[in-house]
């Protein structure tokens, strides 16, 4: 890992990573992951939605289409180390920071009780504006008010402790990606191949891309190694780490 302007935790056994749809993880910080599971740290992945409304086929039906993004994903995290993958179902497209949401990913959290929470930046990033979905800024939101408050504090939502016996349960660091702020980064250089795979797996949304696709993240991590001050041919993921603790 590269140097950074920020302190990273470095005792982490768990990370739980809240994304809006399948491949969102993979396009973000697959490399990142690979490098973590590597290390022996366990990984879940929470997707909120099944990505229904994702794909180029106009014969699949959108149930079918959701059913092949879950296969996908399953896939893709296998590329990585990541073998918990668990959905919440909400519509791809139409995600908004709701209460419900929050509690939603308030309840993992106390599930699986991270000590790093991997999201989707909350805000909009204007000079690269495809990371900031509408769905991935609403995760985002939800994501962050479920670390702070809304997990920590046992009087937040106490029917995950009244009725289904969640402790509350505080997480110390989350890594946010695709946003305009960016304070750390990871060289996944020697990962490289193994994101491209996971990205691969992701074949209703990255299949009629052949090699492009490969040059175009290729490009994405070379500019940001050049940030980090990376040699030449490195390659990095890129984010933004705010202290929850």
């Known amino acids: 890992m590269v140097e950074t302007v920020i302190s990273v935790l470095d005792d982490v056994e768990r990370v739980l990573a809240v994304m809006g749809h399948p491949d969102d993880v993979d396009f973000g910080a697959a490399g990142t992951v690979a490098g973590w599971t590597d290390s022996g740290i366990e990984v879940v992945y929470l997707m909120v939605t099944d990505g229904d ?82 769905d991935h800024r609403a995760v985002g939101a939800a994501a962050l008010d479920a670390v702070y408050p809304d997990a920590r504090n046992p009087y937040a939502f106490p029917e995950l402790l009244a009725d289904e016996g969640l402790d509350a349960w505080t997480v110390r660091e989350v890594w946010l990606t695709g ?44 500019a940001n190694a050049a940030a980090a001050g ?16």
């Open 53 to 134: 409304a994702g794909g180029f086929d106009d014969a699949v039906t959108r149930a079918e289409m959701a059913a092949l993004r879950r296969e996908e994903q399953a896939a893709a995290a296998k590329c990585v180390g990541v073998s918990d993958v668990r959905w919440l179902g909400y519509p791809d497209g139409r995600v908004e920071a709701t209460l419900g949401l929050r509690r939603d990913i308030a309840r993992v959290i106390r599930q699986v009780r991270p000590d790093r929470v991997l999201m989707p930046s909350p805000e909009r990033n204007y000079e690269r504006i495809y990371p900031s979905h509408p």
């Open 179 to 222: 946003g305009p702020v960016v304070n750390h980064y990871v060289d996944i250089t020697d990962r490289f191949d193994r994101k491209l795979n996971a990205l691969r797996a992701h074949a209703s949304q990255t299949g009629h891309m052949g090699d492009g696709l490969a040059e175009m993240v290729r490009g994405w991590l070379s």
């Open 230 to 245: 990376l040699p030449e041919g490195a390659l990095a993921e890129a984010f933004q780490v705010v202290d929850t603790a």
